[in-house]
Structures are given as structure tokens and as C-alpha cells.
């Protein structure tokens, strides 16, 4: 008896579900790796979009050493992480010892006949003396020395994924230190959203002609209704294709998303395996509560952040929208954000400009007002290591750039008032 909780897993490997995209031989490019390839493999694409679940699939973690670039704060911490795994020693002693053996001797006479007998001992007795001495000499290796030699020694794939979380000024020297190893034919891959926070211009200058790259593209519908045909059919449930086109339609190109839609409606429905096949039957009310649900559950905290701005103040101005509500500028941004329904895109300011206008019964702030706030929001949005930052602004371009499906799908269906 299959359950909806083991077909329908986001976040989880989707045993059940894992569409493997065949037409893009994502797993041929990936498993030659394994084969002494000899290059760094980079696996990029937007977030949620597959990259992980894709390189468990080649590369199991019982087989792997996994790193998560959000834990890794200085390149130290990388080394730890692979001699922690690997179950490795910094330390080692050595004893040397000295041993030294004396002996003392002696002779004894003896004269004398049947009659009388005289002895005469000088010395009778004769035995040894030992001395020791043992030094023992100990040292400590670096890290980075043992990790490597580890790796060598053993051969061990290493996976590094969100290497975009690693700090930049980091990320070309890990690279350079894995060279000679990848060199050496070790598979070693990372996993990257092809944005700012990856340094790839770095990592390519440290492995010129070295470099396999491996891009995730945006799931299209089709393949999201893989998802719902796929784990409902094991149901014993038939989906209408008009309810699976939607779902991948608010999907943003996330199979993350499409897991999420599926188990909601799945737990809405209390759906359980059948013994027959009969449609699933759900109105659009009842699609759209799913939708709001997942949304609050995934995108509230991040957004409730990024309206709060970099600090809490009392004496920011309030603005009135449309609908009657007040709100400061951070608030009223992200109001604008919403009315656009923003998918995975790059927001012109002019675009912006217009949806704050929309929104808003009073007048709408200066450009570089909202400059400060979009720039104040991509800090905040950098820093949460929660997640992948949501959102990245190029002041120089006055450009805003929605990078998290999760956000993005939270401005289209999530509760816009803060608590």
C-alpha cells in the first residue's frame, strides 16, 4: 500500500517520481565523472530546480562525501567537513627508544684434594644491567594537508553543494587545492545557482580547459506534469489534464513546487491507494487554499524580513494603498513586486516604478528611495542562509532580479500583510 506522504516528497529524493529528463542526458553528462574525466564538473541552474536531487541520483551520499556550502564559513571548516567524513586524524606520535646492556663478571678458584679444600671466590656471581629511554615526538598536520591526502588516498567522490554559499574570496582557493586531485581523475562536483554569489569567472581561471559543465534548464510544463500523471496514476487516481497544466503553470519551472501542489491536494483530499482508477475530482477554490498554504509555509519568513527592512524604526512614513491599508516603503515595494506576479525574472525599475504606481493612492517614492530599499533588501536577502537569497539588486543597473521560485510564488498567492 503506497501513501501520498511517500510518492509526493519536496525537498526529499522522489523515488517515485523522479523524472530523469532523458531527451537532456543530465545523468550521461553527470556519470562521466566517475569514468578518470579528469574536470571539474559544475552543475548550475536556478534554485529548486533539480540540481541536487540530480546528483544524488549519480552520486549517493553513502558514497560520496557531501559538503553543504551553507556551512562553510571559511575554507577551514571545508577541510573539517571531508576529514569528519572520511573519519581522519590530524595528530601523530612517534616513540623512539635507546636501550643499553652491561654485564658483570667474575671468576671463582677452587684448590683442595679428598682431604682439604680451600676455595677462594674473587667473584661469584654475574648478571645484567639494562637502561632505557624513549622520546616521543608528536605533530599536528593542517587540515587542508590531511583532507587532500585522504581524498587521494581513497578516491572518495566529493560533492560541494550551494558552493554560491561559500564566500568568494574562498571558493577559487578550494578550487585551486582540488586541482591536482581532479587532475588525478577524483570526481569532484559542485553545484551553483548561475548567479552573482557563484564566482565562476574565478573558478574557471583556476581550471582553464578543466571545467564540464552541466546546466539545469527551467523545467518545462510538460515535464512538471510528469510529476502529478506519475504520482497520482500510482494512486490509483487519474488527473485531468487541464488541473495538471495548471499546477505546472504556478510551478515557476520548480519540480520542489509540483511536489508541494501534489501532496496539499493529496492531504486536502485525504486521498489513499485504490483499487480501482477513478478521477480526482477538486474545484479551483480548493486548488487555490492549496496554493496559499504551500505559500505560507514556504515564502512567510523571508518575506516578513525583507518588509521589516534592515532594522525595526518607528518614524518611517506611512504610505496608503489603494485598498485602504497604510504601509511604510519597504511594505509598499514589495506590494508593487506582487502586483507584477513575478516569476523567475529581471525587473527593469521603470517596470517597478509602474506597479508601485498601481498600487498606491498616494505619491509614489523617489527613485532613489526605492534604490536604498531594493538595496537594503538584497543584503538581507544575502544573509539569509536559510535559504537562497530571493532576490538580487544591481544598483549600478537599477535592476532587480527574482532568483527563488519560492519568493516569487509567495508574491503571487502568500498573505501580503505583516504580523
Same mark, same amino acid.
Given at each position: ?14 523515488? @517515485? ?5 532523458? +531527451?537532456?542526458?543530465? +545523468? ?6 566517475? /569514468? ?37 564559513? $571559511? &575554507? &577551514? ?50 648478571? $645484567?644491567? #639494562? ?32 558552493? @554560491? ?38 573558478? &574557471? ?15 518545462? /510544463? ?73 505559500? $505560507? ?16 524604526? #518607528? ?19 514589495? @506590494? ?11 525587473? /527593469?525599475?521603470?517596470?517597478?516604478? #509602474? ?13 532613489? $528611495? ?23 539588486? +544591481? ?25
Amino acid at each position: 500500500m503506497l501513501r501520498y506522504q511517500d510518492i509526493f516528497v519536496p525537498g526529499g529524493f522522489p523515488r @517515485h517520481t523522479y523524472n530523469p529528463r532523458v +531527451e537532456l542526458q543530465l +545523468e550521461q553528462k553527470l556519470s562521466e565523472a566517475k /569514468e578518470n574525466l579528469c574536470k571539474l564538473v559544475t552543475i548550475t541552474g536556478q534554485t529548486k530546480s533539480g540540481k541536487t536531487v540530480l546528483a544524488r541520483k549519480i552520486f549517493p551520499p553513502e558514497e560520496t562525501i557531501w559538503i553543504d556550502g551553507g556551512t562553510v564559513s $571559511e &575554507e &577551514e571548516v571545508f577541510w573539517q567537513v571531508i576529514i569528519e567524513q572520511m573519519d581522519l586524524f590530524q595528530s601523530e606520535e612517534k616513540e623512539t627508544g635507546e636501550q643499553t646492556t652491561g654485564k658483570i663478571g667474575g671468576k671463582a678458584k677452587a684448590e683442595g684434594s679428598i682431604i682439604l679444600a680451600k676455595a677462594s671466590a674473587e667473584v661469584s656471581t654475574e648478571f $645484567e644491567k #639494562t637502561k632505557s629511554s624513549s622520546i616521543t615526538k608528536g605533530r599536528t598536520l593542517s587540515s587542508r594537508v590531511i583532507a587532500l591526502s585522504g581524498l587521494r588516498s581513497y578516491k572518495i567522490p566529493l560533492v560541494v553543494d550551494d558552493f @554560491h554559499y561559500i564566500p568568494r574570496d574562498k571558493q577559487g582557493g578550494i578550487v585551486r587545492a582540488l586541482k591536482p586531485l581532479i587532475f588525478e581523475g577524483l570526481p569532484v562536483v559542485i553545484i551553483a545557482i548561475p548567479h552573482r554569489r557563484y564566482d565562476a569567472l574565478k573558478v &574557471e581561471k583556476e581550471m582553464t580547459g578543466r571545467i564540464s559543465p552541466i546546466d539545469i534548464p527551467t523545467w518545462t /510544463e510538460n515535464e512538471l506534469e510528469f510529476i502529478p500523471k506519475t504520482g497520482f496514476a500510482l494512486l490509483n487516481y487519474e488527473i485531468h489534464v487541464d488541473l495538471s497544466r495548471q499546477l505546472a503553470l504556478q510551478a515557476i519551472g520548480s519540480p520542489h513546487l509540483m511536489q508541494d501542489f501534489c501532496r496539499g491536494i493529496s492531504k486536502f483530499l485525504q486521498i489513499i491507494q485504490q483499487d480501482s482508477l477513478i478521477r480526482l475530482i477538486i474545484n479551483r477554490a480548493q486548488v487555490e487554499s492549496v496554493y496559499r498554504e504551500v505559500a $505560507e509555509t514556504i515564502g512567510r519568513p523571508i518575506f516578513e524580513k525583507l518588509a521589516r527592512g534592515p532594522r525595526q524604526r #518607528t518614524d518611517r512614513l506611512q504610505r496608503k494603498l489603494k485598498d485602504g491599508r497604510t504601509v511604510d516603503i519597504y511594505e509598499l515595494v514589495l @506590494h508593487g513586486l506582487a502586483h507584477i506576479s513575478p516569476g523567475l525574472v529581471s525587473i /527593469e525599475y521603470e517596470e517597478l516604478r #509602474t506597479a508601485i504606481r498601481d498600487v498606491s493612492s498616494a505619491q509614489i517614492p523617489q527613485l532613489h $528611495e526605492v534604490a536604498r530599499v531594493l538595496k537594503h533588501m538584497s543584503t538581507i536577502a544575502a544573509s539569509d542562509q536559510s535559504s537562497t537569497p530571493v532576490i538580487d539588486f +544591481e544598483e549600478e543597473e537599477k535592476k532587480l532580479h527574482i532568483t527563488d521560485p519560492f519568493f516569487a510564488f509567495y508574491l503571487r498567492w502568500g498573505e501580503l500583510a505583516t504580523q
